[in-house]
C-alpha cells in the first residue's frame, strides 16, 4: 500500500508525542523515518517504528532526552546523547559539524551514549543538501566475526561518505557486512540462498545459506579480514573521539543503545575547492557511467537512484508494508 | 638472502644521490624503502627499487622536486607534489599534517600531482609513532572494474587508519582490492588458484584464476559493489581535496604518475582523548584477541606482528630476493 508523505509524517508525529516527544522533536523524527522509505530504504524507516517504540516502552531510549555539548575545540565537539532517540542526535550533530565546517572549514562532533541512527544514509544527505562533503559512522553491538573467528566480535559499523555534486550528490551509505541481517531475513522467509557468500557456516566454510549465518551471527565482512579490520578501526576510532562505548560495551548489555559516532563535514567552498569541485566530479562520473559492462546496462555511482525514488514516492505515496502500517496505526 | 638495515640504506642512499637526489633526501628514500622491507612488505620496499629508478630515468618522477605549500587554512593545507618522488612527498605531508595537528588538534593536508607513496603503511606508523591517529588514501591508475563493468575504471585507492596505543599501536593498511596484482602474479608463476575469489573472468563471473583476472584488470574490489563505492569516493576526496588529477585522469598517460593524496592527523591529547584512550583501545583488543576461532589460533589486530618481523629483521638482516640485489647493486 501507499501512503501520502504528509500523512505518513502526521500519523507519525502524532504518535511520538504521545510517547513523550516535544512537538518538534516528533516532527523531526517522524520526517527521518518517512525520509529513509521515501527514498526507498523502509528497512531502516518505517518499518523500525514499531522496534523504535518498543525500545522506548523498555526505557533503552529515552524520547525527552536529546544530544547536548560536553566538550568544545574548536572545529571538534564532544557530545552527550543522554540516550536520546538515535535519529535525532545524529541529525543534531551533524547539523552541528555542517555549522562548524561553515566557519572552519571542517566540523566534528563526536557523539556517546546515543542510540541507532536508523538510516545511515539520512545523514549523508543532510550534508550534501547543506553543500557540505559529510563523512559519519557509528559502532553497533558484535554481529560480526573477527577475520577466523567463530563468534559475533565485530559491529557492522555503517559508514557514509557523501559528496555534493549540482548535477547529482554522491552518498555512499555502507554497513561492514556484505548483506545485512534484514536483507539475509528476506531470503530466508523466501527460502532462497544469498546472490553471493554472506557469511561463514558452522566449519568456518564460506556460506550462501542465510538461516545458519543468521543463527550464529557470522555474516559476512566485506573483502573478509579486509572489511574485519575496517570495522574494527571505525569502532576505535568513534569510541576514543566520543570517549563512549565500544561495540564490546554496547555487547555486554544484550540489548543495542549506547552506541557511539562521528560526524565530519567539510566545506569545500571555505577550503577553496569550488572552482574546480563540479568539474572534476562530473568528469569522475562521466568516466564512470562509460564504463562498458558484462550485462550491457549503465554502471550507477552511489545515490544515483535517490532522487527519482523520492520524487516518485513523493507523488504517489510513501510504500508501506500493510502489516507494518497497520502496527503504526495501532500505536495512535 | 639477508642484507643488515644499515648496509640497505647505505647502499640505497649512494644511488639515489647518483640519481639525483639530495643527501637528505636520498636518506629519508632509502629509509623509507628499507622500512618497508624491514617489516615484512618487500613488494612495496626493495623489490620496487628498481622500477622506481626506471621511472626516474623515464622523467616520470623528479628526484630534484619535491612537494610545496599551495594554499593554507590553518588547519588545512594544499600542496602541490611537482611530480617528486612519491614516499619523500607523502613522508614531508603526513609530518606537515603531524605538526598541524599538535596545533589544532587535527591537520589534514591534501597532495595533488604526486607520485606512488610505496608502501602505504609507512604513513600511518609515521603518525602513529608521533603519537597521533593518522588517516590517509591515495588513487591510483584504473585497476579495478565498477560494479557490474567490463573495464578497468576504478583505483584500488590505498586507505590507511592507524591508532596510537601503548601496549602495540595498530596500523590498518589496506587497497580496495582484495588481493594485489603482485600477489595475484605470484599465485599465476606458482600456477596455483587463489585462496578467494579474486576478480571476475571474461563472462563477468567471479573467478580464483589469477591469468584472466590480471590480463584484464578486473581485480575484485573488497565486498563487491561496496568496495567499488568505497573505491570511487576516495578518488573523489582525494581529487577534489587537492585539486589534482582523478584515478580517470591518470590512466590517460597510460602510466602510473600525478597522483592525488589526503593526510590527516589528529592529536589524541590536543582533543582531551588521552585520559580513556588506552583503556578503551585495550578493552576492545583484549575482547577481539579473546574470540573462539574456527582453527583454534589465536585472532590478531591490523599492525599486531609488525614489531616482532621488525625486530628480527634488525637483528638478522632485511630478506631481500637475490635477484632483486643484484640489480639494485648493478645501478651503484
Wanted: glycine content about 10%; charged content about 25%.
Amino acid at each position: 500500500m501507499k501512503i501520502p508523505h504528509q500523512e505518513v509524517i502526521r500519523i507519525l508525529t502524532e504518535i511520538f508525542i504521545k510517547y513523550g516527544f516535544s512537538k518538534g522533536n516528533a516532527d523531526l523524527c517522524a520526517t527521518l523515518f518517512a525520509k529513509a522509505s521515501l527514498e526507498g530504504v523502509p528497512s531502516h524507516g518505517l518499518d523500525r517504528v514499531p522496534v523504535f517504540l518498543k525500545m522506548i516502552r523498555n526505557k533503552l531510549v529515552f524520547p525527552d532526552k536529546q544530544a547536548e555539548l560536553m566538550d568544545a575545540f574548536g572545529f571538534f565537539e564532544r557530545w552527550n546523547g543522554n540516550l536520546g532517540p538515535g535519529m535525532l542526535n545524529a541529525s543534531i550533530c551533524m547539523e552541528r559539524a555542517i555549522n562548524i565546517s561553515k566557519e572552519f572549514g571542517i566540523g566534528v562532533i563526536a557523539l556517546q551514549n546515543t542510540n541507532h541512527w536508523m538510516r545511515a544514509g539520512n545523514y549523508g544527505w543532510q550534508a550534501v543538501e547543506s553543500g557540505c562533503i559529510g563523512i559519519c559512522f557509528t559502532n553497533t553491538k558484535p554481529n560480526m566475526p573477527a577475520w577466523g573467528g567463530s563468534e559475533p566480535k565485530l559491529g557492522n559499523n555503517p559508514l557514509v561518505i557523501a559528496i555534493p555534486r549540482k548535477s547529482g550528490h554522491i552518498v555512499l551509505d555502507m554497513a561492514m557486512s556484505q548483506f545485512s541481517y534484514g536483507k539475509m531475513n528476506t531470503f530466508l522467509r523466501a527460502d532462497k540462498e544469498m546472490p553471493y557468500e554472506a557469511g561463514f557456516d558452522q566449519e568456518g566454510k564460506l556460506s550462501k545459506s542465510p538461516a545458519e549465518i543468521i543463527e550464529h551471527e557470522l555474516a559476512l565482512p566485506i573483502g573478509l579480514w579486509k572489511g574485519a579490520g575496517l570495522s574494527l578501526v571505525l569502532d576505535m576510532l568513534a569510541t576514543i573521539l566520543s570517549g563512549g562505548q565500544a561495540t564490546n560495551e554496547v555487547g555486554q548489555s544484550g540489548e543495542e543503545y549506547g552506541l557511539s559516532q562521528v560526524f565530519i563535514c567539510l566545506d569545500p567552498k571555505r577550503l577553496g575547492m569550488d572552482t574546480w569541485s563540479e568539474e572534476k566530479l562530473d568528469g569522475i562520473i562521466e568516466d564512470l557511467t562509460s564504463s562498458s559492462t558484462f550485462l550491457g546496462n549503465k554502471v550507477r555511482f552511489p545515490g544515483e537512484k535517490i532522487p527519482e525514488i523520492r520524487k516518485e514516492n513523493m507523488e504517489k505515496g510513501i510504500p508501506v508494508d500493510e502489516q507494518v502500517w497497520e502496527k503504526i496505526l495501532g500505536e495512535r
